[in-house]
Each structure stands twice: as structure tokens, then as C-alpha cells.
């Protein structure tokens, strides 16, 4: 008599659609070479406009068709990069810790992104990884973890410390990113909440933050060059009950709100 073995049934195969973003210079064509051809061109060869290449991965039982648009980060080449931001399920930010203008530019990819998506732009729908590049030239950093790490997890990003040099960071940072990107695809298409809930407010991170780059006690209070106690007395308050330790898990908060108790009591000194 003749049996029949039940076939296993592998899942699907899934194809996303992923894209680099980040100033230029900052490693975004470095980071992919690093995982996809495991070697790294010290020579700096700018992306002209766009690159295109495939890999295929496999996650857990699924294998992934991963289609890979590594943007230019020159601002001339804007027209061409616009026409790729749809559909893409995952996006690397890249910035160089060395340059906090690559930094603080990241707010404005974002802003470009969800401006060539126009109707389209659900950004709950797609996987965003900040990679914190070239933390292999320790001595030129600028932009400590804290902060990096800051800025992405209030906004549900996962963060990660890469040297595309080195090659740190990078398997697990690309793992991480695929493996999201397909828990996405199964969770109907929506990111899983459990990534998005980090535990503080994105008004938290942005407070410490500013804390952070303020330029005096004035200015880290929030308050105008001669306020009056009863100004800073209120202002003070504000900042202490977003920041207490007891009620903030956000990184930086104890740092911050210890800034914001000195900042009170040295302009208390001064006021009459
Ligand atoms: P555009 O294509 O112009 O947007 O730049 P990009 O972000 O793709 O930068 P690219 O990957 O071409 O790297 C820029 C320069 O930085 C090159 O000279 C690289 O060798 C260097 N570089 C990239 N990643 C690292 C890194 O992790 N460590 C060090 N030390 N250098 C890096
Ligand atoms: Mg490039």
C-alpha cells in the first residue's frame, strides 16, 4: 500500500521593499556593502541619484526577496529620489556620529519622505532602523548613544550603533530590521504595538532633548532672561513632573532633570 508523506508547507515567500536615507557621506552605500558583499571601500564614491540591488534572506521559515534603494543623500539629487519613497516597508536612517549635522538632519528625511508620499504616507506601516554610523572613530564623536538613542525610540525607531568600517552592528542591526519588517507583513501590514510602546512620550524624549542643547539656565527652563520667581518657580514644576526619575524612563531623564534643579537654583540666587 502506498503512503503519502504530508508535504511541508513552507510560508510564502515575502518581497519588501527597503530604502537608505541620511546625509550624504554618511555610510548609507557602506552599510549595504558591508552585509551584502562583507568588505568596506574606505574611498568615498558618491551614490549618483539612486542604487538598486536585491538580496534574499531568510527569516525563520520564510524566505525574503529584499529589494534594496540606496538613495543619494545630496540634496541635487532630490527629483530622483523622490520617485522611490512609495511602498517601501522598511527605511535605514543613517547618520554619522561624528557630524551632528547629519544628526539633526534626520528630522528633515522624515520630512521629505512624508512629503513624496503625500496621501500615502502611513508611516505606522513601515520599519524605521537608525543607524548611529562610524562609532569605529571614537575620537571625532559628537553625538553620544544617549542621544541618538533618544530620538529614535520616542518615535517607535529601532536604534542601533554600526561601523559599516568595522563591520559592528551590522548583522544584527540588518537581522533586526528584516525580522520586523516580516512580523509587519504578518501583523496585517501594521508595525507590532509592543515596538512602538517604549515606555515614555515622544514629549519626554523632545523636553530632554532641548535640555540637553540649551545654551543657559534661561534658556533650559524655558523661560525669558528675567523672568520673575514665580515664573521660574512655574516652570520648574512643569519640567520636574515630566522629568522626575520616578515617572520617566526616557534615557537622559535623570541627567535632565538634574540640569533643570540646578538650572531653578541658580536663577533663584539671582532673582530678588
Ligand atoms: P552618498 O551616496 O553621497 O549619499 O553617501 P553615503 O551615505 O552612501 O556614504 P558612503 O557609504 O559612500 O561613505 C562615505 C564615506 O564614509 C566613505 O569614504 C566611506 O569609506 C566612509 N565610511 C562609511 N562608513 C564608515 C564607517 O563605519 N567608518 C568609517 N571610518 N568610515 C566610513
Ligand atoms: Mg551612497
Known sequence: ME????????????????????????????????????????????????????????????????????????????????????????????????????FEALDSWLGEMKQEMGSQANMDSIVFIVCANKVDLTKRRVVDEGEGRLWAESRGFHYFETSAQSGEGINEMFQAFFSSITDMCENGGKRPVSEVSVGFTKEQADTIRRIRNSKDSWDMLGVKPGA????????????????HPDKCVAPGSEDAFKAVVNARTSLLKNIK
Open 228 to 243: 520673575t520667581r514665580e515664573e521660574v518657580n512655574k516652570a520648574y514644576r512643569k519640567l520636574a513632573v515630566l522629568l
Open 3 to 102: 503512503t503519502t508523506v504530508p508535504k511541508r508547507r513552507d510560508k510564502k515567500s515575502l518581497r519588501v521593499k527597503v530604502i537608505s536615507l541620511g546625509n550624504a557621506e554618511v555610510g548609507k552605500s557602506c552599510i549595504i556593502k558591508r552585509y551584502c558583499e562583507k568588505r568596506f571601500v574606505p574611498k568615498y564614491l558618491a551614490t549618483i541619484g539612486i542604487d538598486y540591488g536585491v538580496t534574499k534572506v531568510q527569516v525563520r521559515d520564510r524566505e525574503i526577496k529584499v529589494n534594496i534603494f540606496d538613495m543619494a543623500g545630496h540634496p541635487f539629487f532630490y527629483e530622483v529620489r523622490n520617485e522611490f519613497y512609495k511602498d517601501s516597508q522598511g527605511v535605514l536612517l543613517v547618520y554619522d556620529v561624528g557630524v551632528r549635522e547629519s
